[in-house]
């Protein structure tokens, strides 16, 4: 289960269902590491072309060599332009890199990614990606004699495309904002056991809804994931300790808990606890915090 | 007292069963694709995804149990993805594309490449109303000339207008690839850099027509006028038409950020985004003919009037396709 305090940028989109769903906004490191695995796939990929090239056009004039030498050039034209859009399509939006960090493209409003935006998204990267690659590696062809100054404009106008991503909340590159897309991660939470199911063996603990008022869900829900991360272990008795001695003392409970009973009682409270609050939901009334001060 | 009913636990008891079963169908997809689901599965998933939807909304007003709902959160998100992600129909999605979505997104970009064939025509009418040997050496990158300067020879400038008739196929063809590839490329790119509130489309479409116009007006003034324009037309009039529909695109997108109208300004520019990459993908293919038409027919056809014939017929057809055809509009 993921610690609730890792901060994560959310945006809330509405599915055709009319269900708002929050998905977590790929980080910009993650969807770099992305991009370098794609990049170096491509890579390795042209490598190959260009391998096959010097096997099969020896001599460079024969007719078989000069068709070998049209369909590598149509190779990559193709792996410039179609990597990313083939697996965006093939491979409901994600690349083998995004796949390997967990990304997805998604419509940024929720719906279907259409191919049109899929196509949008990786055209910008000419922009974005080949055009800054030139400008660094042979910036005379692209800028000619042109005076200093205007090369330094120009390269600080493409810089601020390929920053793009973190000048938004979304996280957006330019292609993003053309197709009206998002990358976001896949959020994978497993289904844990239901604590509310266990019932504690032995006696049954009874709790007054007076003493049942004093936490909120905050608290509620801070308590189920120490019970789910700590309840089976014998060396975090101490925190268990510090919690039970805590609620024991909020809720003025009269008698002592031994330590082998700290666990069924907290659980018990859990379950009493997570009863009355839900009960106190459908009535409308979402307790969010504690009271203040101790039960007398 | 009697013993406490968890409602969310009966929920989670009930309900349980199909959202295990959805999650190993989307593992599964994600993992394999959809296409290795056994038919009945792939029948299963919306109902599933559906049940798990309404589960959410559901447990969120009943609910407090943390895990079930990041996990409810986590399996629609998922499913979502599984469900509403591209679906590649390659058959009726090419068929389409010529008959409805391609003139359809040319339309919605009417107004840029409307302005980029204006810039174009402007850059050739100031090259060719300028033109002085001068101003022609001060305009053209040593790259662009291959030798076509106003100190060559008219028999010379002659010989490149007819050149390439002894050709072998294979040479053609290879020439055809280079050009299809090489100005294919330059259409993306004047596409994406549209991007950039469109000046640097502006500057690239008016910058080629005056190029253009400053070879056509240095054969001008050798009387070799109308053998250039039947020299480049022929594929010209597919080659130019892409560039300004890569142009016109590009520049629609610059509009839709400067000029938002009644959406929203990053609507506005996702709505005009996907409807440009349609008019780019289809301006490839155009790219791609003008590549076969120069490679192949310039080398081996060296008649003027046939060759103005052809790039006649090359004119009407894509105006003909793209300008008066009226299919019926469908409102999304």
Known sequence: MRVALVKKRIHTITTPEGLPLSVAVAEPGSRAIAFMVDSFLMLIGLILVGVCYDLCTGDGLSSASVTVDIALRLVVFVIINGYFAFFEIYWRGATPGKRMLGL??????????????????????????????????????FFGHSPGWAVFLGSVWVLIF????????DRARCGDLVAGTMVVEKPVTRLLSDLAKKTPMGSEIYFTEKQLDMYGIQELQVLEDVLRRHARKKERRPLLRVVCDKITNKIAWKEAVPDEEIVPFLKAFYRAQRARLEQRLLMGERREKKRRGTLR | MEEVRLRSSDFRRERVTQWVELESLVDRIEKKGLSSLPSRSIQRLPALYRAAVSSLSVARSISLDRNMLEYLES????AFVCVYGVKPRTGGTIREFFSRSFPAAVRHCGAGIIASLGLLLAGIVVGLATYSPVNYDTIMPDGMSQGRTPLSSTEDLREILYSGSGSSDSELGLFSTFLFTHNAQIGFFAFAIGFALGLPTIIILFYNGLLLGAMAGLYASRGLGAEFWAWVLPHGVTELLAVCLCGGAGLQI?????????HRRLDNLARSGRQAALVVLGAALLFLAAGLIEGYFRQLVQDVPTRFIVAGATFLFWTAYLGLRRPRERRP
Do not use: D, K
Not at chain 1, 162 to 169: A, G, I, S, T, Y
Not at chain 2, 256 to 262: D, K, N, T
């Open chain 1, 104 to 141: 997805r493209v998604i419509a940024r409003h929720g719906g279907p990614l259409t191919t049109r935006a899929v196509f949008a998204r990786n055209l910008m990267r000419w922009l974005e990606f080949y055009l800054p690659l030139r400008i660094l590696f042979f910036p005379q062809s």
């Open chain 1, 162 to 169: 390929v920053c793009m991503p973190l000048l938004n909340r």
């Open chain 2, 75 to 78: 399996l629609v998100a998922r």
């Open chain 2, 254 to 262: 610059a509009l839709a950020i400067v000029r938002p109208g009644r």
